[in-house]
């Protein structure tokens, strides 16, 4: 049974650094892509970061770019989002998700649908206070 349990999420004032964390359990941290999503109240899904199975590769929504960076520790089976320069439109709940292992895709546009996703954690609220 593959789980993501996502950890490191809180308060936090505008401008303030943040690193989420999602621990996989599970045959499927290995040819596998992660990625994390956010929701804020009343609006839908959307795609922050993903990273690719090798690591070699990372995805970014453009209002996160140059301000939060994807990583993946392979040997702690964990993933991680470090969030600086926080804002307060970043207030949302937090979801890890990986793709199922041996997936692929290429082209454009590949790694930013939620569909694209098989295994998603319970989420982590993340609060920026103006």
Do not use: H
Request: charged residues 15%; neutral net charge.
């Amino acid at each position: 049974q593959v789980q993501l349990v996502e950890s490191g999420g809180g308060l936090m004032q505008a401008g303030g650094s943040l690193r989420l964390s999602c621990a996989t359990s599970g045959r499927i941290f290995s040819g596998n892509a992660m990625a994390w999503f956010r929701q804020a109240p009343g609006k839908e899904r959307e795609f922050v970061a993903a990273i690719s199975w090798s690591g070699d590769s990372t995805w970014y929504a453009d209002s996160v770019k140059g301000r939060f960076t994807i990583s993946r520790d392979y040997a702690k089976q964990t993933s991680y989002l470090q969030m600086n320069s926080l804002k307060p439109e970043d207030t949302a709940v937090y979801y890890c998700a990986s793709t199922a292992s041996g997936y692929d895709c290429a082209g454009y546009g590949c790694y930013v649908k939620s569909y694209e996703y098989d295994y998603w954690g319970q989420g982590t609220q993340v609060t920026v206070s103006s």
